[in-house]
């Protein structure tokens, strides 16, 4: 649909207005970081009730996601989050305050730029995590040392189901 940012405002206004939306795919529309920023800002209310969020392929940076990740903090709602095909390198995930949301159980960064020092951060996310049961990072520029990360969270993860 290629809504970019203008479109995000668009959908952010109907947001602030309809909180009870549980499925909000937004992938392919190349909304970056500003776009993002304005749908972010719906997501920090405690009322708001969304289950399944995808934003694949939206030219979505580190700082985007960092502030996703920030507004997301409270959810208890978010199931799945579907950030694969961005910039993603996961320095979004870096930094003690930051975690994913408590119920989510489907995570995908999926072809982004994650290397070894973003997989340790993920890998951190993860033993975090009470709930989540797929992990999805194919297609990404992990090296050796970042692959032993994975290998030693699935060895010691018995919620994790699939990566």
């Given at each position: ?5 203008e ?6 206004a ?17 909304i970056?970081?500003?776009?993002l ?7 920090s ?44 390198s ?39 995590s ?34």
């Open positions: 649909n290629q809504l970019g940012q479109g995000s405002e668009h959908v952010a109907c947001l602030q207005v309809n909180q009870h939306v549980t499925r909000l795919n937004m992938g392919g529309n190349k970056g970081d500003d776009g920023r304005k749908l972010a800002s719906c997501f209310s405690p009322s708001f009730s969304l289950q399944h969020l995808q934003l694949y392929s939206n030219n979505i940076s580190d700082v985007g996601g960092r502030e996703l990740l920030e507004s997301l903090r409270g959810s208890t709602s978010l199931r799945s989050l579907d950030l694969a095909g961005n910039l993603l996961c320095d979004c995930l870096l930094g003690p305050e930051l975690a994913l949301p408590s119920q989510l159980t489907s995570l995908s960064l999926a072809h982004n730029l994650l290397a070894d020092a973003g997989a340790e951060a993920l890998a951190r996310c993860a033993r975090e009470s709930s989540l049961t797929r992990i999805d990072v194919s297609g990404n520029f992990m090296g050796e040392e970042a692959r032993e990360r994975i290998r030693v969270l699935v060895a010691h993860n018995v919620r994790l189901r699939d990566l």
